[in-house]
């Protein structure tokens, strides 16, 4: 009777261990961040400088939160960082799907992965600019899918070839064409890389959208904007504050799909890619 007791008490102590570690970081760097701003970043006359304190700036935070404003803005950026998720992931399977089918195709993928995560942001995004209509949010979405494209390229080439070749071996022994080794076998298999990857990159997508957002024309709500017109008044606290949100923003997106990968795919958290 005492042995299986102690196994289902194994697996808390590393998610306690990690819940403190991550409380006790968040307090250092909170404690640390208000010892700078009042050290080196407080004005003669007493107010918060370039750098203000975590209080002024959680103050901030929840001021924003019942602006109506800012809600739209951060649908904008949100939505804008969902369109181009979406089409990163769609483009990442069909490229695995194409490179399980045609090997030779592997250099291109990898290749095309790695173009996309080493295209300056400063380049790439006047011209698409120019070649959108005003008031266009085309900069917001291609900036997400580069942000999120070679994560997701990477996680599905790695998953898709993770199949024990056991279990491909006796899909084609009863008559299984590669695509349905693909459906049956390899997407399965998959599920811990992919869902790795598909955390990585919501984060980078928002991230992305919001970068976009500096270079767009016509446009007036999102999160990089309202960073903007914080900046044009030097609303330091503003900006904090705008910075906070979206990197909570951010991490609720991480945290959403670690949730969504415990429920449709627990067995991930024994390798390694599934939620935690």
Request: aromatic fraction near 6%.
């Amino acid at each position: 009777m005492t042995a299986p007791s102690l196994r289902l008490a194994r697996p808390s102590r590393p998610a306690a261990t990690a819940a403190l570690t991550v409380v006790v970081a968040i307090v250092v760097v909170v404690a640390a961040w208000h010892v700078v701003a009042v050290t080196f970043f407080t004005r003669e006359n007493g107010t918060p400088g370039a750098i203000p304190p975590p209080v002024a700036v959680l103050a901030r935070v929840a001021q924003n939160l019942t602006d109506a404003g800012y809600w739209s803005g951060l649908a904008a950026t949100a939505g804008a960082a969902l369109t181009g998720y979406a089409i990163a992931v769609v483009i990442a399977l069909v490229l695995g799907t194409a490179v399980i089918l045609i090997p030779a195709l592997e250099a291109f993928a990898t290749q095309l992965g790695i173009i996309a995560a080493c295209i300056p942001v400063a380049a790439v995004s006047p011209i698409v600019v120019i070649m959108s209509p005003s008031g266009s949010r085309a900069v917001s979405v291609v900036l997400a899918v580069l942000a999120v494209i070679f994560p997701m390229i990477i996680g599905v080439l790695l998953g898709l070839r993770a199949a024990s070749p056991t279990q491909l071996d006796l899909v084609h022994v009863y008559g299984g064409t590669e695509l349905t080794a693909i459906r049956r076998v390899r997407l399965i298999s998959a599920l811990p890389a992919l869902l790795t990857a598909l955390k990585i990159g919501a984060p980078a997508a928002f991230l992305g959208a919001m970068t976009g957002e500096f270079f767009a024309v016509g446009v007036d709500a999102g999160m990089g904007r309202l960073l903007i017109s914080q900046q044009y008044v030097g609303d330091y606290a503003g900006m904090w504050a705008i910075a906070v949100l979206a990197a909570g923003v951010s991490a609720l997106g991480y945290a959403l799909l670690a949730a969504v990968a415990a429920v449709i795919a627990p067995w991930t958290r024994h390798l390694g890619g599934g939620a935690r």
